[in-house]
């Protein structure tokens, strides 16, 4: 059987970032649990610089996923074996669900950087403000940030929904991303 | 679109869709079971108890930036110690450790879903223990936190049922689908 789909490394780039996403969510939503952050309670320290650096990783995750998905376009191509609406809707579903990645990682990081809170990357390299501390840009980055990872789970759905529709097809465009 | 021939360059049916439903649960549990571990390891054991926990700080502004009341802020601090004083000394380790295992199953699911997908029979056959033994752990799971406190069973009897019978659910399927592969194999005529 002729070999088709993405390449391994962005097969595994592919389901490091889905695992990720996922632990964002739901790790976000204890850690907003939290006691707020004092010099008696540090229980946010933690959970939160590793929110950032996952966030900031994953940008770098998807650039280079999408470099190695340039590269090695798999075959036969989405508007070969797919109606024209849904190899457009496919396209629009990976466009907005991959912007919707950058600029929740991006605001999240804006936000970070006016709320005076520091960030590490991987607890090694201090990491350089992008503004002072001003509580309006950081209420407005951290709007854009909340409304983007809502609108990133909601374009998270169409896309498992796409791949649940091909699965159950058993048409074979889901094993692009399910091979070994 | 896709001709009905090149269906047949793949694998079964139900290979397929059990294979993607797989990969999801999968994703989805190596998010929560890291999250518990993580939960665990941070508020398992708070530093003070109730008694000598020190007042909450919640300044006007921090809460305005957090959406938060007064009094969800002071309930917030009284929240840490939810799993704590609901615990027996041997829970944090216990459930930790049932995490660590979830978190391995997880990503063996992963692993053993996309090999469904992409058709190895290896994988219908290594499907069934490895969903089984993960409704074997939420059994274990459950069995732990049936013997704790009110508070930590209210926050996971529930989840760990569900998942239960997912799994349940799912190595069912792939034993029906092992089956049915073994039984389409008998019935190829034999080569001379």
Redesign the interface.
Known sequence: MQKTGYSRTVLILHWLLAISIFFLFVSSWWMLGLPLASAEYRFREFPFQLHKNLGMTLVAVIIVMVYVRSKHKPRPKLSAVLSPRMAKLAVVDHVILYLMIFASCLSGYLSSSYSGWGTTLWWMVELPYWGHENEELNILYSDIHLWTCWILLAIIAVHVSGALYHAFRNDGIVRRMFHL | ??PAP??E??G??WA??L???A??LG??L???H??EW??LA??GEPPYTIETM?E????A??L???G?TLAE?RQ??L??HSISISSPDWFKGFHMRISAAGLLFALAT?FI???L??Y?AWAATAAVPLFGGFAILDTVAFTGVVNTGPLIREMYLWPILLWFFIHLTIAVAAYAGRQNEREAAARLPRAP
Do not use: F, H, Q, Y
């Open positions: 679109m896709l090149a269906r360059t793949g079964p049916a397929s869709w294979g993607v439903i990969v999801l994703v989805l190596a998010a929560w890291s999250n993580m939960k941070i508020v020190p909450a700080d919640c300044e502004d921090e305005e930036e957090e938060l802020c917030l601090a929240n840490v992963v879903g996309v090999a997908v992409d190895r």
